[in-house]
């Protein structure tokens, strides 16, 4: 069965700091990874999304960059964090084809202080 | 152009009582509705799928929902609410291929209270 795995589940970084979080998925190949973030009281929101190593979209302009070295790694980053940096960061993956639901790791809450 | 709109932030209901989310969208294509629930500093799961067929599509927990093409809604319903179901539930349109982008509302917070 296909499990995702993201850490660390909770990070506390002052201003100006680099970020780098994690995701990993275990029993499917060439999967689609999405990065989100999910501001307090708010809905989620798509920051980057790979459909293939060394393929990234970004959906918003921001701080955070993301990379994809392997089939099923997902590494989201900042050289320099941002008080509006803070929040709850969710690695999802799916499948590719239509109307496929997704599949979310457990979450990162991020606090910049 | 799709869009999602859940027409309550906060349900709080007390325990063993029925609940109702309500969720309401717009798609120019084929509509396919999802229900995800998030349990407190947890991602998201799946609670439930339409993709056609019968409009009553029942999910996991007890909950089902109804698609209402002609007043395009997808509420989420319960009978009766347990303290564990407290989340936050959202609803989506799926993004075709890319079902990263899909469109979800904004969320609706449901506090069961004993």
């Known amino acids: 069965s296909q499990t995702i795995h993201q850490w660390p589940a909770t990070l506390v970084q002052p201003v100006g700091s680099p970020l780098s979080l994690e995701c990993t998925v275990e029993?499917?190949?060439?999967?689609?990874l999405y990065w989100y973030r999910q501001a307090a009281g708010r809905g989620l929101q798509l920051l980057f999304y790979?459909?293939?190593?060394?393929?990234i979209s970004s959906e918003v302009p921001q701080n955070l960059s993301a990379s994809r070295p392997q089939d099923r790694q997902f590494i989201l980053s900042s050289k320099k964090l941002l008080l509006s940096d803070s929040g709850f960061y969710l690695c999802?993956?799916?499948?590719?084809?239509?109307?496929?639901?997704?599949?979310f790791g457990s979450g990162t809450q991020l606090s910049v202080l | 152009a799709q869009s999602v709109t859940q027409l309550d932030s906060q349900v709080p209901v007390f325990e063993e009582a029925p609940v109702e989310l309500r969720c309401n969208y717009s798609?120019?294509?084929?509509?396919?509705l999802f229900w995800y629930v998030q349990y407190p500093n947890q991602g998201l799961q799946l609670l439930l799928k339409y993709l056609s067929g019968s409009t009553l599509v029942k999910g996991i927990n007890g909950f089902e929902a109804e698609f209402n093409k002609s007043q395009t809604s997808f509420h989420l319903r319960k009978p009766s609410v347990h303290i564990s179901d407290t989340a936050e539930y959202f609803c989506?349109?799926?993004?075709?291929?890319?079902?990263?982008?899909?469109?979800f509302g904004d969320g609706t917070t449901l506090t069961v209270k004993p």
């Open positions: 999802a993956w799916s499948g590719g084809s239509w109307g496929e639901k997704l599949f």
């Open positions: 989506a349109v799926p993004g075709g291929t890319n079902a990263g982008k899909s469109t």
């Open positions: 790979s459909v293939g190593i060394g393929q």
């Open positions: 798609s120019s294509v084929s509509v396919y």
């Open positions: 029993g499917t190949s060439n999967p689609n």
